[in-house]
């Protein structure tokens, strides 16, 4: 305690209550010292307080320091109490997201509400085979806790799941259940797996109903043991159910609803199965309306798809369609039965009667099959037993609606009851009895409200029960631990509540004072409250029980989470559970086979219900006349059947290993990631969180290996080096008495040293002083040094200095007199050169002037000249311009007319075009003439281009008129002209006299016109002009706007091209993928009809053995869709039943049963071969049928039969989606406009050739069904002799054609096969060269074509691929073999692909064999799969101890040890420790393991694009696995521990590159782990690393770096935690790089890449140059 009060100095965190936030942050201002009376604190607000110092509280609780906020387990923090985990748990909730959080044994689970990306496939890969504290908390480690503790320990265990209603705890169990039926799949698919699923939404939908705290609140309890059997697959399960709510079927509070199915019916009505139920909206009935209008629809629910995936449920699970539409008639009876109107009559109301045309009653009784008179009469009418006479007496209306909500209540427990003992008929393990099982519970969490009443009760006192079992575990647990390590220990005090239990189910205790006064004629409540009073407190008073002071009707009970006052009314009647047993009689004679049954049934104790009033049959009991029986019947109460029933739970729960989840609600609002502390810290003490706090810290709850605390605290450790265990161990025990002076605080274990609570934080603060003075004594010596440096490296600087400065005054001088004399000589030039240039610039004006005025005077004469001369070219260019005027505007006039009558026709048969281009049938024509498309598109541009020319030759033409007439308008004006002058010369030369005064006038009437038509002719120039420029700017700007839209149209083009390209190439590798994935579940389905084969022949061999259920099981049985089968775009779904096909129901189990089992022989032989649904639906789906002659056993024959229904469903599906892409794809073209551009051809000419492309793809894919067939598998079938004629037809080339051939006679076929393929042995098949093999076959093959033999030929062909796919099965472990049969398969299928082209120098095959390349390309994949399924198997438990946790850089990790860290969590495996001290496999297991694959690859000269790929599906698996791993893993997000990954993941780039892999795209396949790495190593403090580490990281997702960043922990005192800020930061810069991606965080290691097989023509073969050794035997070939 002196050590923990050393704590509370200046600056220490402490914690101090808060009324809002339950606990606040506080700072101590000054020291405390011992006897203060108040502590001075600072709240985080800023305000300063006086914290008293007296009890109980004392001292407030120390914070924990700052490197342990967030720790995932609550049990490693330093100072364990509530403040400590309540901020532990909202820091994690609220800043890092993480809704897990272990605390000890628990897993603290706080629900989100909200969808987060952490359940899918990946995530259950990732925690599959991991230890629970290498991982991040999660649900799915608890699960794989329990999985490994099973099959490791052959024990039974149970996952405890608990919490208040909205808490999660439904989907905690569903997740946990879906975990189980992943990994504990068996290896060939039995469907059980799917039916434990199935039970879910079955349970969901009639158990399940919305609250005001939940949508999807459970109503009921639920304990389901999942069997296991001795391989660790699941072989069965089984239910049982608790606390059924049976009130709420008759009666809802505000905002709440009935359960779902009721709702989910009513949704459903208009269904044509459904129209029978009469129903209407879930408004119209009182049972389902009292929520009211708003919680009708619950939102992002549809119930008439939950209806659906019910009935799919039910379907699954053995239930047939009859039976599920009998189960929606009592449901929709008891919706019917509530809307029943009982009117009261009769004297003060003490008569009821149903009206006679009661439309209600009469169609609940029409779906129940009973009479309708009676259930009217004996719903008004009691009998009596008086005097020994029985006498019918009428009851009042309200308690004949009590009556009838007692029989809605009853029938609905009565079918739930059936539903759970039909599901659990389904789930049971029918071909063994499971080894060992693990039990889900599901069950409420402690309740309080405002007013509590029986059910409160059950479910606490259930509570209590839940919570003793659970404290006793963690102490026990604790217990062991101690004992393990063989510490000195004294017993722990711990809250046991076994007085409170002893309270509710001891002698006297409330249970049996209920039951005796339920007992009694006149029982009342208020009698049993005060036996209550007098025996439990005043007689032998109990400090769990008090009375309430106002009231004399309730009782308090303390249990262990909270006081509860209890409500006494009702507890008499919830507890007798009665109801009349006339109704029930009237239910019993029911024409309805189910309603009969339900009412039959005894009771049964293992499924508890209970209800808000009367309640079922087989928790209560019945009203009847007298007798001793209904005495009995009394005594069966629903406490006391409750009792039993959770007595017989603990005791299952005691007797397997436990492990806890505890539900947390953060909030009662339902919003997303919002925590409230109060609620919070109300759940945590009610579910026992806190209380595994206490206990831990009661003991030694800091717990270190030597090594740790060795490594931790090496500063305060006195001594040399030590190196070995011992010495390390002495050093620690011999430093901790002189660090830590009471010896109580400390504890030494044989591999571990415990410390008491506030030890740890202790030994840092000790830590911390240390490293402080140490530092002090570094700085001292470093600025010392640092001093010195400084004064000798400023003396240095000094000197020189000194020494420059003389040097420069020096120069200086120097300079001075040189630039003097420089001066003189500069001043003597630069006069000289001003004189001079001064005089050349006045010659230069001189001569310039004279230029100028000689240029003057020629231009002015020049002028004269073009002014004489404008005007003649003038007069030319404005007559030759009126001439172009007319004729433009003719052809003008033309070409418009031109234009409309073209642009009518164009827009006629536009129209036409596109009518036709609407039509499908159009679509096709153009398909199938493309070739005549092409030629029309080629003559029309012929055409074109002729009109182009006759047109360019008209147009020379009229140029040619044009200038002609041009020509002679010219010569016709200077014929003019010379008559003007010649007029001018007479009249001049005429006497003056002879002109007149008219002609003169009219001479100047001339002038002045010709002026004005010049002036005119001017002004139309000009104008002319500027049209001309307007005209050649648009000219221009049309000139340009073409190049844009050419530009624009080829750039269009190029994409188009581009994108088709990526799409048909997107489609092709979807298609190869989906027919790989294909060939995969063949590959499956045929392995699994060998075990039915094997297990047949071992049952017929086997004496007195009969076949069991299981076995008929698989007559009837769909086949369930394999988790490996190939995505298609959405799973196959099978018919719900065979009437979906037009089929007859397929017989129930029990009839199966009857037939198969106790049946004579002959019998059922008759039943086998008469035509079953099976044989109907075969011949639906087109499936021919097998001889039963040629199959001897019958689940062998129904399992074949079923193997080839399900192939041919598969291939009808995918036929349907090839068609269906096809239809897009013919959209997608009508849509195009195709033009007779050459850029546009060459994208018709490039699509139509990717159609081809998909259009072959296609054909191979449809002939599928003769590849997907079992029958010659089958061993009793033989192979099918087909005789061959002879004279058939004549062989197309003879033998003598084709030399250096084989000849393999027919009797030799099995024995060549044997010799060469199935036998031979493996070190002399891998010494001989690569596809020899194949080269003999094919010589073989070749030789029997040759000689015209085909069958013969095909024959060889199908023994050789069954005898490979033999070879295959026998080496499925051996790499090197699976490589020597690939390279055969694949040269088999080269060299008949090579002799089936026509080719000039090879003879081509006669015989057709595309088949068989068929199927040789199948098994190529195959061979393909199984090489790579070997190398994952042997590199999937090495990836991650190899490239995450191997230090292949030593030291490096020893740097620091993270505080607290290393805390193992309690009730982990102890034998642990001794395996992680083994050899950690590192990357050099890695690399010789892809060494290996290499080796076998390269030794079969297998070509390297293949190997590419190979090399590329195991990259994708390294990185996927590693980064999944990181992401998950807190421990390794570190900066060393990056820098390790980062080594790790360069080896494996170097070792890629080396063997020349890097180029089909393995190494870019490294990039997300790469960038993780380096997001371990960067920056992460400022915007700029934020801004640099986005841009870095491009290959992981948003989640992916925000969960780096959340679990980066440093291990050392060097480094710092990241901020929220900057997380944030990172956070708002990332979202603009989504681009609305779906959320990622985990990779999909089951990704697969399709694989192509390259086609390379291999050389000629012949026998001579075949080096055949005589170690094959194979000299029974002849060489022809």
Known sequence: MIGTMELYAKGASVWVPDPEAVWVSAKLLKDYNLGDENVVLQISDGREVQYPVVPPSGLPPLANPDILEGENDLTALSFLHEPAVLHNLRVRFLDYSSIYTYCGIVLVALNPYDQLPIYGEEVIDAYSGQDMADMEPHIFSVAEEAYRTMTREEKNQSIIISGES????????????????????????????????????????????????????????????????RKGDIIGANMRTYLLEKSRVVFQASQERNYHIFYQLCASRDLPEMRVLKLGGAETFRYTNQGGQDSMQIPGTDDVVDLERTRNAFTILGVPPDQQMELFRILAAVLHLGNVNIQASGRGGDRSYIDGEEHSLSVFSKLLGVERTQMAHWLCHRRLAVGGEMLVKPMPGQQSLEARDALAKHVYGQLFTWTVTRLNSALRAQSEQPKSFIGVLDIYGFETFERNSF????????????????????????????????????????????????????????????????????????????????????????????????????????????????????FLDKNRD????????????????????????????????????????????????????????????????????????????????????????????????????????????????????????????SRWTYAEFFSRYRVLLRGGEVQTQEQIQASCQRALPELIPDPEQYCFGKTKVFFRAGQVALLERLRAERLRAAGVIIQSWVRGWLGRRRYIKTRWATLTIQRYTRGALSRRLADLLRYTKAALVIQKTYRMVAIRQMFLMIREATVTIQAFT?????????????????????????????????????????????????????????????????????????????????????????????????????????????????????????????????????????????????????????????????????????????????????????????????????????????????????????????????????????????????????????????????????????????????????????????????????????????????????????????????????????????????MTGEDLWHAYDAVRVANKFLENQLRSQHSQEEAELEAKRTCSDPSPSADQQYLVELVAAREQEVCRLRRELKELKHTVTLRRLLPQTGPVLAQSTEDSSAPHAKAGTVTGLLECRKRDEAKLMKTLITDVRVDSVLSLPPGLAASVLFLCVRQADCSGDEIRARSLC???????????????????????????ACLLKDLLTQHSKQDEDLVPLTSDLSELNRALSDLCIQAYQQLLSISETRLQPIIVPAMLESEMIPGLSGSGVKLGNFRKRAGSDPRAVERNAGETPSMAAVLRELSALHAALSRQALPPTLMEQAFRQLTHLLSASALNSLLLRKDMCSWSRGLQIRYNVSLLEEWLRSRGLQAGGAVALLEPLIQAAQLLQVGKKTDADAQALVHTCTALSTQQIVKILTL?????????????????????????????????????????????????????????????????????????
Not at 177 to 199: D, H, I, K, N
Not at 472 to 478: D, M
Not at 625 to 643: C, I, N, S, Y
Not at 1358 to 1384: E, Q
């Open 854 to 1190: 000689r240029g003057s005077l020629a231009r002015r004469q020049y002028r004269l000249v073009v002014a004489e001369r404008a005007a003649v070219l003038l007069q030319s260019a404005v007559r030759g311009w009126l001439a172009r005027l007319a004729y433009r505007r003719v052809r003008a006039a033309i070409v418009l007319m031109q234009c409309c009558v073209r642009r009518r026709a164009a827009r006629r048969e536009l129209l036409k075009l596109k009518a036709e281009a609407r039509s499908v049938e159009k679509f096709r024509e153009l398909n199938k003439g493309m070739e005549v498309k092409l030629m029309q598109l080629q003559l029309r541009a012929d055409q074109k281009a002729r009109e182009s020319v006759a047109l360019r030759e008209t147009l020379q033409a009229e140029r040619k008129a044009h200038n002609t007439e041009l020509d002679a308008l010219r010569g016709a004006l200077v014929k003019l002209e010379n008559q003007l002058e010649n007029q001018l010369q007479t009249q001049q030369s005429q006497p003056s006299t002879a002109i007149t005064e008219g002609e003169t006038e009219e001479r100047r009437r001339a002038e002045e016109k010709a002026a004005q038509e010049i002036l005119r002719l001017t002004q139309e120039v000009q104008a002319l002009w500027v049209e001309r420029d307007c005209l050649g700017k648009e000219i221009e700007d049309l000139t340009t706007r073409l190049l844009e839209q050419e530009t624009a149209q080829e750039e269009s083009v190029v994409q188009a091209v581009a994108q088709e390209g990526k799409a048909l190439t997107a489609e092709l590798d979807e298609e190869r993928r989906k027919y790989q994935g294909l060939l995969r579940e063949f590959t499956r389905l045929e392995q699994r009809y060998e075990n039915l084969r094997e297990m047949s022949m071992l049952t017929e061999h086997s004496k007195g053995y009969r076949r069991t259920d299981s076995n008929q099981s698989l007559i009837m049985e769909p086949p369930s869709p394999s988790p490996m089968s190939p995505p298609f775009s959405g799973p196959p779904t099978f018919p719900a039943t065979p009437s979906s096909f037009g089929l007859p129901p397929f017989p129930s189990p029990e009839e199966v049963r009857r037939v198969s089992v106790t049946s004579p022989t002959a019998e059922r032989r008759a039943w086998l071969s008469s035509d079953t649904p099976m044989d109907t639906l075969m011949e639906n789906m087109g499936v021919a049928k097998d001889s039963a002659g040629k």
């Open 166 to 229: 909205g808490a999660g705890k439904t989907v905690s169990a569903k997740f946990t259940m879906r975990y189980f039926a992943v990994v504990g799949g068996a290896a060939q698919q039995t469907s059980v797996e799917e039916r434990v699923l199935a039970s879910n939404p079955i349970m969901e939908s009639i158990g399940n109903a919305k609250t005001t705290r939940n949508d999807n609140s459970s109503r009921f309890g639920k304990y389901i043991e999942i069997g296991f059997g």
């Open 578 to 701: 009665t109801v009349f047993e006339e109704p029930i009689n009237i239910l019993r004679a029911s024409q309805s086979e189910l309603v009969s049954e339900l009412f039959q049934q005894k009771p049964v104790g293992g499924s508890m219900s209970i209800s808000g009033g009367k309640s079922s049959l087989p928790n209560g009991s019945l009203r009847s006349g007298p007798g001793k029986r209904a005495q009995r019947e009394h005594k069966l109460t629903v406490g006391f059947q409750f009792r039993q029933s959770l007595q017989l739970l603990m005791d299952t729960l005691n007797s397997t290993t436990p492990h806890y989840i505890r539900c947390i609600k953060p909030n009662d609002l339902k919003e997303p990631f919002m925590f409230d502390p109060k609620r919070a810290v109300q759940q945590l003490r009610a579910c026992g969180v806190l209380e595994t706090i206490r206990i831990s810290a009661a003991g030694y709850p």
């Open 1608 to 1680: 980066y922990t440093p291990h050392s005192d060097l480094e710092e935690r990241v901020t929220l800020n900057f997380i944030r930061t990172v956070q708002g810069l990332l979202k603009e790089r989504s681009g609305g991606q779906p959320p990622q965080l985990l990779m999909d290691v089951r990704r697969v890449f399709p694989v192509t097989f390259p086609y390379l023509p291999p050389p000629p073969v012949r026998a001579d140059q075949l080096d055949i050794p005589d170690s094959l035997k194979i000299s029974f070939l002849r060489r022809p």
């Open 1358 to 1384: 199908t023994a050789a691929v069954t005898a490979m796919k033999g070879a295959l099965k026998k080496h499925c472990n051996d790499v090197d073999m699976t490589a020597l049969w690939l390279k055969n």
């Open 455 to 570: 059910e409160q009760f059950c479910i606490n006192y259930a509570n209590e029960k839940v919570q003793q079992q659970f404290n006793r575990h963690v102490f026990q647990l604790e217990q062991e631990e101690y004992v393990r390590e063989e510490l000195p220990w004294s017993r722990i005090e711990f809250s046991d509540n076994q007085p409170c239990i002893t309270l509710i189910e001891g002698q006297l205790g409330l249970l049996d004072l209920l039951d005796e006064e339920c007992r009694m004629p006149k029982g009342s409540e208020e009698s049993w409250a005060r036996k209550l009073y007098d025996q439990h407190q005043r007689n032998s008073p109990s400090p769990h029980f008090r009375k309430p002071r106002m009231s004399n009707t309730a009782f308090i009970i303390l249990h262990f989470a909270d006081m509860v006052q209890y409500e006494c009314d009702g």
